[in-house]
């Protein structure tokens, strides 16, 4: 995926995963989130079970990711949050700068956002966490039609 090319993402076992390889063909979701606040601790598992549903109960697998972006205070805080709360997706790691450039180019002004975004890093939605609250599952279709990502899900 261009948006994060050349760089290194980690599972929330701490384990280096390839971009290219685990992005390739999907729509992504950029998760801004940190530990601390209510807001995101209300909404992850929410998206949690939205991810879970999508990607790992459907057969076959939505072609969904989510790249959690910490704005948490500490590694150690990213850490915690991830093992405590998040699905099976993946993160930039916390001490990767490349962050603070990906909340710049999203306009980042409050969390927990969530970006969906094309394999080019092009904008479908900036409303990801409104949309999952407001339709659910249902929401992941419309991203689906403007997102030219090869898709044989289907819903049940």
Same mark, same amino acid.
């Given at each position: 995926?261009?948006?994060? =090319?050349?760089?290194?993402?980690?599972?929330?076992?701490?384990? +280096?995963? $390839?971009?290219?390889?685990?992005?390739?063909?999907?729509?992504?979701?950029?998760?801004?989130?940190?530990?601390?606040? =209510?807001?995101?601790? $209300?909404? *992850?598992?929410?998206? &949690?079970?939205?991810?879970? /549903?999508?990607? /790992?109960? =459907?057969?076959?697998?939505?072609?969904?990711?989510?790249?959690?972006?910490?704005?948490?205070? =500490?590694? /150690?805080?990213?850490?915690?949050?991830?093992? /405590?709360?998040?699905?099976?997706?993946?993160?930039?790691?916390?001490?990767?700068?490349?962050?603070?450039?990906?909340?710049?180019?999203?306009?980042?002004?409050?969390?927990?956002?969530?970006?969906?975004?094309?394999?080019?890093?092009?904008?479908? %939605?900036?409303?990801?966490?409104?949309?999952?609250?407001?339709?659910?599952?249902? &929401?992941?279709? %419309?991203?689906?039609?403007?997102?030219?990502?090869? +898709?044989?899900? *289907?819903?049940?």
């Amino acid at each position: 995926m261009d948006l994060f =090319s050349g760089r290194i993402l980690i599972n929330k076992y701490g384990d +280096q995963v $390839d971009p290219e390889e685990a992005l390739q063909n999907k729509i992504v979701g950029l998760y801004f989130s940190a530990s601390c606040g =209510s807001p995101c601790r $209300d909404f *992850t598992p929410i998206l &949690c079970d939205f991810y879970t /549903e999508l990607v /790992e109960e =459907s057969y076959p697998s939505a072609q969904f990711e989510i790249v959690f972006i910490s704005l948490d205070k =500490s590694p /150690e805080d990213m850490v915690d949050y991830m093992h /405590e709360m998040h699905g099976e997706w993946l993160a930039l790691p916390w001490h990767d700068p490349y962050k603070h450039d990906l909340k710049k180019k999203y306009n980042i002004t409050a969390i927990p956002k969530l970006v969906i975004v094309k394999q080019s890093g092009e904008v479908i %939605t900036d409303k990801g966490r409104k949309q999952i609250r407001e339709r659910g599952l249902a &929401c992941f279709h %419309t991203w689906l039609e403007v997102a030219d990502v090869f +898709q044989n899900f *289907t819903s049940k």
